[in-house]
């Protein structure tokens, strides 16, 4: 493919997004991907017969023509959809204290929390009220239409103006954490506690440090369009991406490392791959994380060594300990797909193996495991430090998955005599397999405690999109981000 447009590195959701909407404008536009499997956190993967999601396992609107889902945006711009199954409840809490159900619906929702505390469930109501007029209000402006540069005035000046009015007085609360409206609002500590949990489930931190437009969206989307999952889990969103992206003329190569990002007097020219071959392009977009992006692919000396220094000591979001599981699936028929298990009420819910996330996709689509089986991927926080692939490396491994094991058994009590596949993640295998920087999923950036940058870098032509960029982590944050950037590189 010569006379490219653009490179983008990586084919993770933000870096697929970019490509694709570029590719739509008519860019010649390149991905380059490391990995055999396109996808990056998003991919699938396939071990005797069992078809396991990498990452994400939780999704909204993917396909509601009402849905302010940015993924959702992005493929009907490029002409592709979704087959997905929706599903009420959404899942289960397993708390110290009791099983709880979480419903999409937010009346079913209140009224389960009512059982446990009436007042808390008055305080919910009062809590979630501002932020579903945040909803309401952002609804009239498409992420689509909007990019990370000063032309996102005149749009919103002569396109929108109606729903910027609309947006004004909830400036505030844009600005703002969701623990702010927490300590407006709720004094109830098991309600308190239930909005730290679904706000670390959003962002990787409790309500203090989440900002409040995310979960002012995850809010207003469970309760006006319900959750749902793609036929095929994650990877059928990757395959759609890069059916769009290859319809439109774009192109993708696996097994393409790109090693450096090439300069010439301070601009970039291109990129070197593994393998020696030099491609050209004028404008490089890397979908690696910041840290990666800055210490691997570019030298120190491509970049003003201040911003360099500022950007690296970004804090990150700890990697995770995964258990993917294939499982006999008799005496099940009733089993939900969706569970997250708090082991302990005493320590911290962002402690390490403290709480558990649990997905049973074949719950939805069976077929992501043989006839009889289930696929399983349980998955809980795991610091980097102290990982390495030594002669205890596989008893370490053991030994930290036990947390997701006792989790599993709230849910499935005999889920040890049924396991016929078993595979556990590390954060070393995220590193290796993910290229990211010690396998983390982001950055930890609190609300009022810094913002997530924009796709621009001082290196002209270079610019990024991923979970390190705004608006941040999570499935619809990155495909925003990819937005964001193709736009902001529109005349």
Known sequence: ?????????????????????????????????????????????????????????????????????????????????????????????????????????GERYRKEVAKITPQGALELERFEKPLLQLYEALKGIPTIALRADWQIIPILLTRYLPSL????????????????????????????????????????????????????????????????????????????????????????????????????????????????????????????????????????????TSYRQKSLTTPAVDSFMHLQLGIRAEGLENITGHHVVVHDANLDISEPGNTCMISIPSVWDKNLAPAGYHVVHAYTL??????????????????????????????????????????IGTPLTHAYYLRRYQGTYGPAIAARKGTFPGPQTPIPGLYRVGDSTMPGIGVPAVAASGILCANSLLN
Not at 28 to 48: N, Q
Not at 65 to 87: A, C, F, H, I, M
Not at 383 to 395: H, I
Request: charged content about 25%.
């Open 1 to 105: 493919m010569q006379n490219l447009d653009v490179i983008v590195i990586g084919s993770g959701i933000g870096g697929l997004t970019a490509a694709g909407l570029l590719a739509r404008y008519d860019k010649k536009v390149l991905v380059c991907e490391s990995h055999a499997i396109a996808g990056g956190a998003a991919h699938s993967f396939s071990r005797r017969g069992f078809h396991f999601d990498s990452g994400p396992s939780f999704y909204c609107g993917l396909n509601h023509p009402k849905s302010l889902n940015p993924l959702r945006q992005v493929l009907e711009v490029l002409g592709e959809s979704l087959e997905t199954v929706s599903y009420d409840p959404m899942g289960h809490y397993h708390f110290p204290e009791g099983i709880f159900p979480v419903y999409s619906n």
């Open 165 to 304: 009015l609309k947006l004004l007085p909830q400036i505030g609360i844009v600005q703002g954490s969701v623990g702010e409206v927490m300590d407006k609002e709720v004094k109830d500590p098991w309600v308190r506690r239930l909005i730290d949990l679904e706000c670390f489930l959003l962002s990787g931190l409790k309500a203090e440090g989440t900002i409040a437009p995310e979960v002012a969206f995850m809010l207003g989307e469970r309760s006006n369009i319900g959750v749902d999952y793609p036929v095929g889990g994650s990877g059928a969103i990757v395959d759609a991406l890069v059916r769009g992206l290859e319809r439109w003329g774009g192109k993708i190569r696996l097994n393409a490392h790109v090693e450096q990002i090439l300069l010439e007097s301070g601009k970039v020219v291109g990129v070197r791959l593994q393998n020696g071959e030099i491609i050209k392009a004028a404008i490089v977009i890397s979908n690696a994380t910041i840290w990666d992006t800055y210490t691997n692919l570019l030298k120190p000396e491509d970049l003003p």
């Open 382 to 423: 795991e610091p980097y430090e102290n990982w390495q692939r030594d002669d205890k490396y596989e008893e370490r491994k053991k030994a930290r998955s036990q947390p997701l094991f006792r989790a599993l058994e709230k849910v499935i009590p005999d889920i040890r005599d049924r396991i016929v596949l078993e595979l």
